[in-house]
């Protein structure tokens, strides 16, 4: 489909006059459902349309009366941190059959609706697609049975249909994430972390069983995040005698000193014959072949409740936005789309296409397709499932490769920290590699603070907030000599450096001093993880998700508390240097009226148009604001002027509180996506040094003195790619320690059209529709 040149060109203020939108929620509920209404709500009406919510999901269409209402500005106040759907839904009946849909379509014309935004799983997306494809059908009937008039039929003679997908299970294919997929996962994993440290107190093995139907992704991502011993998942049944298996990698992790187990089943999962393998059967086994204190947990609803991730809030406002703007831009030709997100990018995809690709899997399930099946999946689903075989299945080579490899922290702690250097250490071992842990950054390095690090010395360790290796914000320039005396001594022949901004400039250093060194002419590979979010080369860094999750909560109670002490304003202090990244994404996720950042300049002018914006929003139902600033963003409008201002200009209207939020930035436990994302990348980056050492080994030693032998492994749009140290120089600001070009500064409107101000949205970057791309023998869809 080839993009509306008007839609660039028209004034998005004025593109939904005259038109309504009605959205509802169906089927299972998922956190972050109320971000996607939020979101949808304020920018329909941002664009002069007239929204109504539909309660009770289909059941309400059907119904109609009180159940569909019109919707507000302020009545979507407040949502953001709840769970579940506050407009609610329901497994409907009526709406299957035609008579029910009959009803719902005399419903919808009544009031003149023609777009309707669903968000819901496959099945109700499913529904709203037949709805669409029977509506002139629909219409006929009932200007026949005189319901309706022939002229309001010819008002509404089509429906614009947008999907979003709210599932905790992720088993939409064409999606990464779907919406409350991140936190079903928050809730899993501090389950594992309150079980795990039980079960080491008695030497248990544990067997957890998650959520998710017949799909695994939940109990895979879960498996990655805490190291499990083994996982079940629909997809991929285990072989024949998995039994023993299983006993054998039980005893032997017993063996070598793990005083527990988890094994992680999912509640679709299935022998090759295709019967269940139910928690109950397999703590049997355990209980009767080892004889080990076995405990099993299902999880349940306990993964549907509770409060939205920041991802899932994000991910849920970033939907509401496109989804709008996907249905003011449809037209009669253009099939339903779902909205859905690829890497960090908002794409439109056709609903059946999806839909399709779903079934597909299923059927491949079925068949004993199981390799299809998790290409179907999606990349990410696959990338998972390589890692997880890779960390869990393989006992350490007899042969070894003689090969030190040396892993290091650089910076600030992070949350996540732990996960990559675990993962890179067993990668290591499972490679034949030496793996060594150099303590205390470069400061460490150059004093031969430097240990060898087993199998067992990481176990734990994907859960453990900070650096257990211990880590400093040295820069290497100036201890040189030193560090490649202990590269040389410790005959170290390759390094991952996981850090901040300090580990991409020590790198830099390191490969600008191998002219005179030649022991620093070695593979290296720099792990971007900060909160800061600031390395240039990747989009996100571990530890940055746990950060923007300590901070949406923060602003939640602060937020809390306003609410009881009306016509209060808060202003919140955030870290990242000079990176905006955390306020702006904190803003979005927290519902901010501002976020005050370094790379959005800002003046006297835009802080006293903030100001009126409170004064104005006072006089509403909602009696309370919520200001972000960076703590670099500028350096004369600091956090006390800002509070000093807000202070004298909202006297006798509101009163001011600051909060400064400070190291608590920096702890925690990591989050599930910083588990994972540190995970894939320590990981990935041991797999790449030991092609590069292949490539290096020249005359019995190592040399690599090219560009390409030292790298940042960052994830870019949609994968995850090594780019030379080197080569990102350019798109660096070194003064300001940020990247050049920053793909989140892209979101920053949508927090300002959410907080109620009235800018322009740019639509020219708008996402065309997309298809699906099938893998191996599937037919490939023909791109229009």
Not at 225 to 252: K, N, Q, T, Y
Not at 553 to 575: H, L, P, Y
Request: proline share 3%.
């Amino acid at each position: 489909m080839s993009k509306t040149s008007q839609s660039s060109s028209m004034d998005p203020t004025k593109m939904g006059i005259g038109r309504s939108i009605a959205v509802l929620t169906s089927g299972g509920d998922a956190q972050g459902m109320n971000a996607a209404v939020r979101a949808t709500v304020r920018v329909g009406l941002y664009t002069g349309a007239k929204v109504f919510f539909v309660h009770e999901g289909y059941q309400g269409l059907v119904d109609g009366g009180d159940n569909i209402k019109p919707a507000s500005w302020e009545s979507v106040s407040m949502m953001l941190q709840l769970g579940g759907t506050v407009i609610g839904s329901a497994r409907c009946m009526d709406f299957q059959a035609r008579e029910g849909r009959l009803k719902a379509a005399c419903n919808l014309v009544k009031l003149g609706i023609t777009n309707l935004c669903v968000i819901g799983g496959d099945g109700s997306l499913t529904g709203a697609n037949q709805f669409r494809t029977e509506w002139s059908g629909l219409l006929m009937d009932l200007v026949k049975a005189g319901k309706i008039t022939k002229d309001e039929a010819s008002k509404s003679s089509h429906l614009n249909i947008v999907g979003m997908v709210g599932s905790i299970d992720n088993d939409f294919c064409g999606t990464d994430m779907t919406i409350g997929t991140d936190s079903a996962l928050h809730r899993i994993i501090e389950v594992v972390d309150a079980i795990t440290t039980t079960a080491q107190s008695h030497q248990r093995t544990f067997i957890l069983e998650v959520m998710g139907r017949h799909c695994g992704y939940l109990a895979l991502v879960t498996a990655l995040s805490c190291g499990a011993d083994w996982v079940f998942i629909p997809e991929m049944p285990p072989d024949e005698g998995w039994e023993e298996h299983l006993c054998r990698r039980l005893a032997d992790q017993r063996a070598r000193g793990s005083r527990l187990n988890v094994i992680i089943v999912a509640e679709g999962a299935m022998s090759r014959a295709g019967k269940p393998i139910t928690s109950d059967q397999i703590k049997k086994l355990v209980t009767d072949r080892l004889g080990f204190d076995t405990r099993a947990t299902v999880l349940g609803h306990v993964q549907r409740g509770g409060t939205p991730s920041a991802f899932d809030r994000i991910l849920g406002s970033r939907m509401g936005v496109e989804a709008v703007m996907a249905l003011l831009e449809a037209t009669p030709d253009t099939p339903a789309c779902v909205v859905s997100l690829s890497g960090n990018q908002a794409i439109r995809l056709p609903l059946m296409e999806c839909v399709q690709v779903t079934k597909d899997v299923t059927a491949a399930m079925s068949e004993g397709r199981f390799e299809d099946a998790i290409k179907l999946r999606g990349k990410s689903f696959e990338n998972n499932w390589n890692t997880y075989k890779l960390l869990a299945h393989i006992n350490p080579p007899e042969v070894k490769s003689n090969i030190n490899v040396a892993i290091i922290n650089i910076g600030a702690p992070c949350a996540g920290m732990n996960s990559a250097v675990r993962s890179a250490a067993r990668m290591g071992i499972i490679q034949g590699h030496n793996m060594l842990a150099v303590y205390d950054g470069f400061d460490g390095l150059a004093h031969g603070n430097i240990e060898p690090l087993t199998w067992t010395d990481v176990s734990g360790w994907t859960g453990k907030g900070g650096s257990m290796l211990g880590t400093k914000r040295t820069l290497p320039g100036k201890m040189v000599e030193e560090i490649s005396l202990n590269i040389a001594k410790h005959n170290i022949h390759a390094m991952v450096i996981i850090g901040g901004f300090e580990a991409y400039v020590g790198g830099l250093e390191l490969v600008n001093a191998r002219e005179k060194y030649e022991e620093l002419c070695i593979p290296m590979v720099v792990i971007p993880a900060t909160v800061s979010n600031n390395v240039p080369g990747s989009d996100f860094s571990i530890g940055a998700d746990t950060a923007l999750n300590t901070i949406t909560s923060t602003c939640d109670r602060i937020k809390q508390s306003a609410a009881g002490t009306k016509r209060r304003v808060f202003i919140v202090e955030t870290m990242g240097g000079y990176c905006g990244y955390l306020a702006t994404m904190a803003g979005l996720a927290a519902g901010a009226d501002a976020a005050y950042i370094f790379e959005d300049k800002f003046n006297i002018k835009d802080l006293e148009l903030n100001v009126e914006h409170l004064l104005q929003k006072m006089k509403t139902t909602v009696k309370r604001g919520l200001i972000l600033r960076n703590e670099n963003s500028n350096a004369n409008y600091t956090t006390d002027f800002i509070f000093n201002l807000y202070s004298e200009e909202g006297k006798g209207v509101f009163d001011c509180r600051k909060n400064v939020l400070g190291h608590m930035q920096q702890g925690g436990t990591p989050t599930p996506f910083d588990r994972n994302f540190g995970t894939k990348m320590g990981a990935k980056s041991v797999v790449w040094l030991t092609e590069k050492l292949k490539e290096c080994y020249r005359h019995g030693r190592i040399f690599a003195n090219t560009p390409d032998s030292a790298c940042v492994l960052g994830m870019r749009k949609r994968a995850l790619q090594f780019q030379p140290l080197v080569d990102l120089k350019a798109e660096t600001d070194f003064e300001h320690r940020i990247p050049k070009t920053q793909w989140w500064l892209k979101i920053r409107p949508i927090m300002k059209i959410l907080a109620k101000y009235n800018i322009k949205l740019d639509t020219s970057e708008h996402a065309d529709m997309e298809h699906v791309i099938k893998k191996s023998h599937m037919v490939k869809s023909v791109e229009k």
